[in-house]
């Protein structure tokens, strides 16, 4: 398995160099950034997301919903760490070398990577915690599953990745987060509900003015007016 994609007619070798190629071209300090970005920056946005994610599910009004939020939201984070445990072993049966190991002409952005290439586990990461948040929060989600495939991107831009690399990490990560999510959800809904129904806790689940105002009703129960026709009706 560790000659996987070593021939230079491989699409997947081409994509490489056709990607990597923009950091030949691109300015130097453009370089720098895209790999801080790739490196720390992209998992940084991921965590800022997530506070932002964390505070809207708070607001709201059903305390259900909030509680079955934070919920899929602390799944997140965990789902990616299952995830890079899942690719330990993948990493190990696969072997594939680091592109620069085996390619010349490469523009490496960061130094010492030396463990193998296939799975990225930042792909991974990402894709995991984005998908987790898609999960709690569906238009902050899209935000991070987009987040996630930027972080792809840069992996290949960097030189430290094969596309397919990426790709088996976004797969990886979605595939985790999704399967175990059920059992997940089941363990974790009762632990956050408790924690609502406590004291200094609860607002880690439900903000302080939503819970001021009380539970919601799914509907209102009001009465039909009876119609009366006689004197004892309309004493009554």
């Not at 790999?35 to 009004?61: D, K, P």
Request: hydrophobic share 55%; proline share 6%.
């Amino acid at each position: 398995m560790a000659g996987l994609a070593s021939d230079g007619s491989n699409p997947d070798v081409g994509l490489l160099y056709d990607i990597n190629g923009l950091a030949k071209d691109a300015p130097p300090w453009f370089d720098r950034v895209m790999e801080f970005v790739g490196e720390y920056g992209i998992m940084l946005g991921l965590v800022l997301v997530a506070l932002w994610c964390w505070w809207s599910i708070r607001r709201r009004a059903a305390l259900t919903d909030a509680v079955a939020g934070v919920a899929a939201l602390v799944w997140a984070p965990l789902a990616a760490g299952v995830a890079l445990l899942v690719n330990i072993p993948i990493r190990g049966f696969v072997e594939r070398p680091r592109p620069f190991n085996d390619h010349q002409g490469l523009e490496v952005l960061v130094d010492g990577k030396t463990d193998f290439s296939f799975v990225s586990d930042h792909a991974t990461m990402a894709m995991a915690i984005g998908v987790g948040l898609f999960v709690a929060h569906r238009r902050l989600g899209l935000v991070a599953i987009a987040l996630a495939f930027t972080e792809a991107f840069c992996r290949v831009y960097m030189g430290v990745h094969y596309p397919t690399d990426v790709i088996g990490g976004l797969a990886l990560g979605t595939a985790v987060t999704l399967l175990f999510a059920p059992l997940a959800h089941a363990l974790l809904t009762p632990v956050v509900s408790a924690i609502a129904r406590s004291g200094a806790g609860a607002r880690l689940v439900r903000s302080r003015r939503v819970a001021a105002r009380g539970p919601v009703p799914e509907a209102l129960d009001i009465p039909e007016p009876r119609l009366g026709s006689g004197e004892n009706d309309l004493a009554a």
